[in-house]
């Protein structure tokens, strides 16, 4: 199937394939059609599997085929809800690039810069606004955005903003829109929350799904290094300084941790920037961009400032410690091998990760090869502890307490232990490294 067989506008054909795009992803071959038709769509895809332009190459189409009066300032009449700043700026690229070749006009307004300039570019007016809830709210309030014509909402990454407490926000916004609309909503997952949300918004949408969903491309190799909490930053630095990388993002559960991390591979004598939310944009813009330029070498994110980016050719993610939400190690890892190119994602997994870990293989149907590096062989008297989630509260795993606790020789029997493991020298990095035959 081909761009134009979904039958879009030329401006958008030429558009596509400047960006050197030759034929439709799963999602857009699905979704595209429905958008076109005006249906209400609830579309289950995550990053990296061409949604953003699966959503907006029909929304620029509907707008650009619809004459609007030009009295007076243009209205806005899409407008696309993401939940964090850096999802929200490549979302505005991507509206930009697919519509270059129309005479439609997009702004981006999110927090943690100054407003004037947002104000500024909406006042001249815009057709199509993509936003954070926050910051838009803001504008509502001081009259530079209004909603009452909007024709069509995306509610980008709706889990998210669920998971970040955008909910009130989320309805506030909805209450100043027009009740005759098209709504477009994205989720990676389908929570009862989402389910709910969803039921009162959308009208009889049709329902789209990529197969990709907690599948991990095959282009990405993975692999498990079991090693004691305490020695985990040592070990990175360890991993990154013997095999050269220049290119790693790095995660870690908690906005704490990922400053702790990225200040002690400085001191490691390893270039290092930390982005999550605490961190003013100004901040986050410029560690992205020193990141993807090769001017830092590790860029430590939390799972929420990372969740949309778009890194290309990024080959190396670490997970410094494993996610809370078995879902978001199919999110990190799907970071690196975008694009037909080839990553490797290394997790960095200490005892009282155990639980965790064994979701994920559940998660992604398969078994995730241990690699035990020798000088860093985990202490088997450790005992496991309850994970600090950064969040005032302990999460409790419920797995039973046998198959948490190391075996009591190191390269013990327990087929459940990422300690267990034979030999291999010839670690995949060149490391000298212990393999387990469930590998
Ligand atoms: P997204 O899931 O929207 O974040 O897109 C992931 C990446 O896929 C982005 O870098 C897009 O530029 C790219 N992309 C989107 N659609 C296509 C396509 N049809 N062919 C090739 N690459 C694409």
């Known amino acids: 199937m081909s761009f134009k067989s979904l039958g879009l506008r030329a401006e958008l054909l030429r558009a596509v394939s400047e960006k050197g795009y030759t034929a439709p992803t799963p999602i857009q071959k699905q979704a595209i059609p429905y958008i076109l038709e005006g249906r209400d769509l609830m579309g289950g895809a995550q990053t990296g599997t061409g949604k953003t332009a699966g959503f907006t190459l029909p929304l620029l189409h509907r707008l650009a085929s619809k004459e609007v009066s030009q009295k007076g300032r243009r209205p806005i009449r899409a407008l696309v809800l993401t939940p964090t700043r850096e999802l929200a700026a490549q979302v505005a690229d991507s509206v930009r690039d697919y519509g270059q070749h129309l005479s439609l006009r997009s702004a981006v307004v999110f927090g943690g810069v100054s407003i004037n300039p947002q104000k500024q570019k909406l006042i001249k007016g815009v057709d199509v606004l993509i936003a954070t809830p926050g910051r838009l709210l803001d504008h509502v309030g001081q009259k530079t955005a209004d909603l009452s014509n909007i024709e069509i909402l995306v509610l980008d990454e709706a889990d998210r903003m669920l998971d970040m407490g955008f909910i009130h926000d989320i309805r506030r916004v909805l209450a100043l829109l027009p009740k005759q609309k098209q709504t477009l909503l994205f989720s990676a997952t389908f929570s009862k929350e989402i389910k709910q949300l969803s039921s009162g918004l959308l009208n009889s949408p049709a ?95 939390t799972d929420i400032a990372a969740r949309g980016l778009d890194i290309s050719q990024l080959p190396h993610v670490v997970n410094f410690d494993l996610p809370n939400v078995a879902e978001d190690y199919v999110h990190r890892i799907g970071r690196t091998g975008r694009a037909g190119n080839e990553g490797e994602a290394m997790s960095l997994v200490c005892i009282d990760e155990h639980k965790l870990l064994r979701d994920i293989e559940k998660l992604i149907k398969r078994d995730i090869p241990k690699v035990v590096i020798d000088e860093f062989l985990p202490d088997p008297s450790i005992k496991a502890e309850p994970i600090n989630t950064g969040r005032g509260q302990q999460q409790q795993r419920k797995s039973k307490p046998s198959r948490n606790k190391p075996s009591s020789k190191r390269g013990g029997s327990s087929p459940s232990s990422p300690y267990n493991g034979r030999s291999n020298n010839q670690g995949r990095s060149g490391n000298r490294a212990r393999q387990s035959s469930r590998g």
Request: charged letters at 25%.
């Open 207 to 301: 329902l789209v799904e990529v197969a990709t969903e907690n599948t991990a491309s095959d282009l990405v190799s993975q692999v498990v290094h079991p090693v004691d909490k305490s020695r985990k930053r040592e070990l990175l630095s360890y991993l990154i300084g013997s095999n050269n990388w220049k290119q790693v993002l790095v995660f870690n559960r908690t906005k704490h941790s990922a400053n702790r991390l990225a200040k002690q591979l400085e001191s490691d004598g390893i270039s290092a920037a930390a982005i999550h939310g605490n961190k003013s944009q100004g901040a986050r813009t410029k560690a992205l961009a020193d990141f993807k330029l090769g001017k830092v070498r590790v860029l430590v994110a």
